[in-house]
């Protein structure tokens, strides 16, 4: 589908599993690494790859958020909007994200940088309210930390956040 690099990888995940099938997850992560999202062509050749039906892999690809049916802009800001974070204030920090942005939820800024979204639980209510932009958090935020991580996005850089909880990589393999 992707070459023959991706139909080795295909191949060495398939082979760690007991049954074909059990590999789903772990091929659809990679057709999102290449394609940047998991195209519905994508859904039947890895139905047909693993023995399962399309409809099977695509309620999988739909039911967790961490798979994307569209392409997402350069930054995708996933807000948790759980009880936690709820109670913290995410729903302002959304309501400004939107403005500032000029996009709604499942949006594309024009120029394609951000692309926003809500999602359940990104297990850090600890420090809600928590934004994962692509695969770091950032944790506490309110209007301020909001504006300067935006900001600073914009121009390609990083926030420069003070002491406290700050952007922290979570490494999916």
Known sequence: MYGEDFERKVNEIVASYPQPRGAVMPI??????????????????????????????????????????????DYLLQLCTTVSCMLRGCDSVLDHIKNKLQI??????????????????????????????????????????????????GRGQRPEFGPGPGPRRVVVE
Request: hydrophobic share 40%; charged share 25%.
């Open 28 to 73: 659809l992560h990679l057709v999102q690494e290449k394609a940047d999202f998991v195209p519905l062509e994508a859904e039947v050749w890895v139905a047909d790859r693993l023995g399962l039906t399309p409809s099977f892999v695509h309620g999988i690809v739909t039911f967790y958020t961490m798979y994307r049916t569209s392409r997402c802009g």
């Open 104 to 153: 709604e939820v499942g949006e594309t800024t024009a120029d394609g940088k951000f692309t926003l979204v809500t999602v359940e639980c990104l297990g850090s209510c600890g420090t809600a309210p928590v934004l994962q932009v692509n695969d770091d958090y950032y944790e506490d935020m309110d209007i301020e930390r909001t504006d300067k991580l935006l900001d600073a996005l």
